[in-house]
């Protein structure tokens, strides 16, 4: 995860090594209070989630070879102290956007005259794809868990007031699927291939800056034209 803020040049990158560690500056008051939440949490066990009758169409068994651990029924609940289970778990992508949020308002970004980037990595689909496989009730409740948790950071940014600009970015072969989105956005899909120069013109678009100096060009894509056409 990085945080800054465009206009102070105040970089800040975060790291997961069991607990939250800071890169590149002081730590915020934040990071030790997550932490030890996190390390609380950790000491006790975490029960099964409840699946909905959707994901229980997805609880089938399936056999690893060499006697490995079956996967395709769990429902995500742990052991204490299983980091492992934590980690491929919405548990996991919970806690990291616990975090951001601290971070929102402790570093006060979006209140600025300039806008600010959080980057945020969460890697939790991750971890349950390569540890319980990608098409049963683990993964399903975890995309299910990822929805909700993603939808309440942008619940507390709209409380808080904050304008901003969402880019979404996943993992797929041979595409990398993107989503765009701000308040008031209206969706459209594009399905041609685009370049990062295109996603450059696009994000300044969504957050109505020009394009620095020296920028390669893009073309600002035809899901955002309200945006696009105040270029």
């Not at 105040?10 to 209070?33: C, D, I, T």
């Not at 794809?129 to 990608?134: A, N, R, V």
């Not at 399905?191 to 996603?199: C, M």
Request: proline share 9%; hydrophobic share 40%; aromatic share 6%.
């Amino acid at each position: 995860m990085t945080a800054h803020g465009t206009g102070r040049l105040a970089r800040r990158a975060y790291g997961w090594y069991g607990q939250w560690r800071v890169a590149g500056a002081a730590v915020p008051s934040v990071v030790p209070k997550v932490n030890a939440a996190v390390t609380a949490a950790l000491a006790q066990p975490r029960g099964p989630l409840d699946p909905p009758p959707y994901c229980q169409t997805k609880a089938r068994v399936i056999p690893i070879e060499g006697g490995g651990k079956p996967v395709g029924g769990g429902q995500l609940g742990r052991a204490a102290g299983d980091t492992g289970a934590f980690r491929a778990s919405p548990e996991f992508d919970g806690d990291t956007l616990a975090l951001a949020a601290g971070l929102v308002d402790e570093m006060r970004l979006g209140r600025g005259p300039t806008p600010d980037v959080l980057a945020i990595s969460l890697s939790a689909t991750d971890y349950v794809g390569h540890t319980y496989g990608t098409e049963g009730e683990e993964m399903c409740l975890q995309l299910l868990e990822l929805d909700r948790e993603i939808g309440d950071l942008l619940a507390m940014l709209d409380s808080r007031g904050i304008d901003y600009a969402v880019a979404l970015e996943g993992e797929s072969a041979p595409r990398v699927p993107i989503l765009l989105w701000r308040p008031g956005f209206r969706g459209a899909t594009v399905q041609a291939p685009v370049t990062s120069a295109d996603l450059s013109a696009t994000l300044a678009a969504l957050i109505e800056l020009p394009l620095p100096a020296g920028s390669s060009p893009g073309r600002c894509l035809e899901g955002t034209p309200a945006f696009c056409q105040k270029r």
